[in-house]
């Protein structure tokens, strides 16, 4: 094998590895439809248009709607979102001052998958970019790991200010605040 071919292929072999990590090692986004066992929503919930269930409040916050599902927001695999079906601007939600750190401009919805690298509800992280649940959302991200696991960012469609966090281990969201980054 002539020189110039030899390091080609050289440089190929040492390539793939990295290759393959793209996305998984840095909190870098990837393509999947599927992670961890999760079926990923292909985008968010749609605009709300009433109470299609006609639930009274007391009953709008209970989310176990079938046996081994969450009692907590979540997303059922024909796409429905479980829990976004309260309206706009309800209270807990409401913001004086929406969008005050800005826009998240790192791609939103499936085929961005981002990995968690710290911090807690409060104030967690990825990717160089910073965020905080919602407080009314808290205990439903209790179980959430805050350095592993990988989430999907959606646009809220209702609630100015917010955005929709779906964590792709346990198909459970939560509403999310952009606090800055890149």
Avoid at 10 to 21: D, F, K, M
């Amino acid at each position: 094998m002539n020189k110039p071919c030899g390091m080609l292929v050289i440089l190929l072999a040492l390539a793939v590895p990295v290759w393959a990590q793209h996305g998984h090692a840095e909190g870098e986004e990837h393509d999947h439809e599927q992670e961890q066992g999760h079926y990923i929503p292909a985008h968010g919930p749609e605009k709300w248009h009433g109470n299609p269930h006609g639930l009274p409040p007391e009953q709008a916050r209970k989310f176990r709607d079938a046996e081994g599902h969450p009692d907590a927001p979540h997303v059922h695999p024909d796409g429905r979102w479980i829990g976004h079906e309260s309206g706009p601007n309800e209270a807990h939600y409401h913001l004086d001052h929406p969008w005050a750190h800005g826009h998240f401009m790192g791609g939103c919805g499936r085929e961005h998958i981002w990995r968690l690298a710290g911090g807690g509800p409060r104030r967690f992280w990825f990717s160089g970019n910073y965020f905080s649940v919602a407080p009314y959302d808290y205990d439903y991200c209790r179980d959430w790991l805050w350095n592993t696991d990988q989430v999907v960012i959606y646009e809220d469609p209702d609630d100015v200010g917010w955005y929709l966090a779906f964590n792709a281990r346990l198909g459970t969201y939560v509403h999310v605040m952009f606090l800055g980054g890149r």
